[in-house]
């Protein structure tokens, strides 16, 4: 890709053989508006790289009218642009099932073997309930209230998940609150009362399976020494049967050093037919080759799942759908998760962080119960574009600041850019841009 910008206008000429990719595509990153640009306006910017986040200097016109495009587009204001800046409201949860798990995967982030560093069998249902009416309490009527349950493994404790979804679904009812309920979890256990509980819940499920049978079992091995894979497509086998009310099933496959070959995961994880697929480098991966790999092959995958079915199939993977809904929204995002904003994390002993990594550090807790520390929110009270520094990237208003966790595990700082992140962001956003403004010709 050839990359260049003028002030806060990016533009990607491709570079490709792909016919539906020929154009030059423009980025106005105040807008959120996408189009297409002369290739003599292209000229009048300056050349960058997907690791430059700032705005160049200015540059000799050598074409009058299309520099004067140039400038016009730019100081433009698009009205229906939507602010991304958050008021404090928690409308978004992790809970934490239990902090204990029946794998050891080699990447993972919760202290290695699921419990963050501190085993817990299973959350306080008499705890929990109070706490999640709390929430529930301070929200008007008509929202949404997104609650994802994790562990550790949370179908190691089916039945708590089923109380926790069936209380939150009656007070949504009684309040005219809409919950978005889902469930991450490593996909060995779906059989049994989980099954049966599954079935019965209208809820989103996200499987942890990172593709072809020799990677996944290599990089998240059975404490039974079984293999994970054949758990997997046991449970999914079922679900094909009868999914009963599950809403969806998510495919949730990490790039790692042990596993690098994302097209030919692509190729397997999607003919197991899940509803989508997200691929995410893991956290604390440091290698700029392996990055570089991620990168490419991300855009080879785009172009096999355009070719099968263009905008559709390009969808099914999260990380350009999330684009896509930015997009055509016009919404833009000032924090990257909403974390200590409209987000916040509960333990397994009912503590409240405001990022789902943070569990069991003392030094992070902004909460417990129904109680949260306001002050020690209130270095959260800024968004993550400002306080990551970022208000002049031209990625800022669809990455949100970047991602707090990933900056600490690299270098300690939780607003300490990570550029590997960030090369890694603009890369795939340029990718979508290249598509969506094909799919919206």
């Excluded at 206008?9 to 508006?33: P, Q, R, W, Y």
Aim: hydrophobic share 40%; net charge neutral; glycine share 6%.
């Amino acid at each position: 890709m050839q990359l260049r910008r003028f002030k806060d206008i990016v533009a990607v000429k491709n570079g490709t053989t792909i016919e539906a990719l020929d154009s030059i595509i423009a980025f106005h990153a105040s807008n959120m508006e996408v189009a297409e640009i002369s290739s003599e306006s292209f000229n009048e910017m300056t050349v960058i790289d997907t690791l430059t986040g700032e705005i160049p200097d200015d540059k000799a016109a050598l074409n009058a009218e299309a520099h004067e495009a140039l400038v016009n587009w730019n100081t433009e204001v698009n009205p229906d642009a939507k602010s991304g800046k958050l008021d404090f409201g928690i409308r978004s949860i992790t809970l934490n099932i239990n902090q204990i798990c029946n794998l050891k995967c080699t990447y993972c982030a919760a202290g290695g073997d699921g419990t963050y560093g501190e085993a817990m069998s299973q959350i306080s249902i008499e705890k929990t309930l109070p706490q999640l009416k709390f929430f529930l309490s301070a929200l008007k009527p008509g929202v949404k209230f997104a609650i994802s349950f994790v562990g550790g493994e949370p179908l190691l404790h089916p039945q708590a998940i089923k109380a926790i979804y069936d209380y939150v679904t009656a007070e949504g009812k009684l309040r005219h609150i809409t919950p978005v309920l889902k469930i991450v979890t490593n996909g060995t256990l779906i059989k049994g009362d989980a099954l049966d509980i599954l079935r019965a819940m209208k809820i989103n499920l996200t499987i942890s399976i990172d593709g072809i049978k020799e990677y996944n079992d290599s990089a998240r091995p059975s404490k039974d020494g079984k293999s994970t894979t054949d758990k997997i497509l046991a449970g999914l086998q079922e679900l094909a049967k009868d999914r009963g009310q599950l809403q969806s099933v998510t495919f949730s496959a990490i790039t790692s050093k042990a596993n690098e070959n994302l097209v030919q995961n692509y190729i397997y994880l999607k003919k197991l037919n899940p509803d989508s697929i997200e691929f995410v480098f893991a956290n604390d991966e440091k290698s700029e080759e392996i990055q570089k790999n991620f990168i490419v092959q991300m855009g080879k995958i785009a172009a096999i799942a355009w070719a099968a079915g263009q905008e559709a199939e390009l969808r099914k993977i999260n990380n350009f759908d999330h684009y896509f809904s930015l997009l055509d929204s016009q919404q833009k995002i000032e924090n990257h998760c909403g974390a200590g904003k409209s987000y916040l994390m509960v333990d397994a002993k009912n503590r409240l962080y405001s990022c789902v990594w943070d569990a069991n550090n003392k030094h992070d807790v902004v909460g417990k119960d129904e109680q949260i520390d306001r002050e020690a929110l209130s270095k959260y009270s800024k968004s993550l574009i400002e306080l990551n520094n970022c208000q002049s990237c031209w990625a800022r208003h669809l990455c949100g600041g970047g991602c707090m966790h990933i900056n600490r595990s690299h270098s300690g700082n939780k607003h300490q850019k990570n550029l590997l992140f960030c090369e890694r962001t603009r890369s795939l956003i340029l990718t979508t841009l290249l598509y969506y403004k094909k799919a919206r010709a």
